[in-house]
């Protein structure tokens, strides 16, 4: 993705591309609403959370039964995924007997719900993983419709749980893309990008919930391949490098208590850093493959990069647990590291 062909594609893109339009600001506000108890007395939630897992091979299926492993015997009341939901792209048609394969076969066994965002992969248009097709993602919004499992009423909502914690969802991927975006409006700095931007802080300053957690596909820390945003790959185009990412995340630092991505195939812990004052980064992204490489030094919690894997969260009112699971060959789960957050 970083070859000099991609970056003259870029800018034919975007000297050629219609001005297609999309909803401008201000975004509608979309609440999901989840089969959990909605009441104070709700005071434990068990979250599994994943990552770039949508390969239809062997790692992912090995990874998708290590989780079920994990819930079955320590619990699991939701799942998370966190884009990348299909390799090399994502299909434009609800019906396309991908989500059966890459989805409800795979995670239908676990019997909880998924949160899910689009990643670039889901977002093609005309490479695999360019992330310039929104299409991709308004067909995941419309597959939510009639699977239940699959917690997707738009492409930008949240996701109370009582009053204990509650979830954001963000699309990242235009904001990243590797190819200007095939919506116009949709193209960073543009009106989609300020809309978003706007309705992440106003949902994160109007939430109740104890903790509040950040859902996107992209990260706003990694030492991964990609990188932090604002310097994903090393590209030279602020679009390609993940800017507008980083401006988004900004919204999130000091009023959400994490962020929760994937892109890079890893799994990753970092606490707050001086960029993002207050807000906890945490990286899954290494549910259907891994990938070699890393881009930064940043000192982090844990950091497995070369092994498949998982998280799992233990939400109480008191603390946030996170724990890293790894998976081998022999396809157990193997708990790597633990992060604990505490809240008086």
Not at 24 to 35: F, I
Not at 45 to 74: P, Y
Not at 253 to 279: N, V, W, Y
């Amino acid at each position: 993705m970083r070859s000099p062909l991609l970056l003259a594609l870029a800018a034919l893109v975007t000297a050629c591309a219609p001005a297609v339009t999309s909803p401008s600001s201000p975004l509608p506000e979309v609440t999901a609403s989840l089969p959990l108890p909605t009441t104070p007395a709700q005071i434990r939630i068990r979250v599994v959370v994943m990552g770039d897992q949508g390969t239809g091979t062997e790692v992912q299926r090995r990874v998708a039964s290590a989780m079920q492993a994990v819930c079955l015997r320590d619990g699991c009341d939701l799942g998370v995924g966190l884009g990348d939901n299909f390799y090399p792209a994502g299909p434009h048609d609800p019906a396309s007997p991908l989500f059966r394969e890459r989805f409800a076969e795979q995670y239908g066994p676990l019997g909880v719900p998924f949160l899910m965002v689009a990643g670039n992969h889901d977002e093609s248009w005309l490479l695999g993983g360019d992330g310039a097709d929104a299409r991709g993602a308004d067909a995941e919004v419309a597959y939510a419709r009639t699977h239940p499992q699959w917690v997707m009423p738009a492409r930008t909502y949240r996701a109370p749980a009582g009053d204990l914690v509650e979830f954001f969802a963000v699309d990242t991927s235009p904001l990243a893309a590797y190819l200007p975006p095939r919506r116009a409006n949709e193209r960073p700095g543009g009106p989609w990008d300020a809309a978003q931007r706007a309705w992440l802080a106003g949902a994160l300053a109007s939430s109740q919930a104890r903790w509040r957690l950040v859902l996107g596909h992209h990260p706003l820390f990694s030492n991964g391949k990609h990188g932090d945003a604002g310097h994903y790959d090393r590209l030279p185009l602020p679009g390609q490098r993940g800017d507008a990412v980083r401006v988004l995340y900004s919204a999130a630092c000091g009023r959400a208590d994490g962020i929760l991505s994937g892109h890079d195939h890893a799994l990753l812990g970092f606490a707050p850093q001086p960029e993002c004052p207050g807000t906890r980064q945490w990286v899954s992204g290494a549910a259907g493959k891994v990938e070699a490489g890393r881009s930064g030094t940043r000192p982090a919690t844990f950091e497995v990069v070369d092994q498949p894997g998982f998280l799992w969260l233990e939400i109480t009112r008191e603390t946030l647990t996170v724990r890293a699971f790894t998976v081998g060959e022999d396809g157990q789960p193997r708990e790597v590291h633990t992060d604990t957050v505490r809240k008086p």
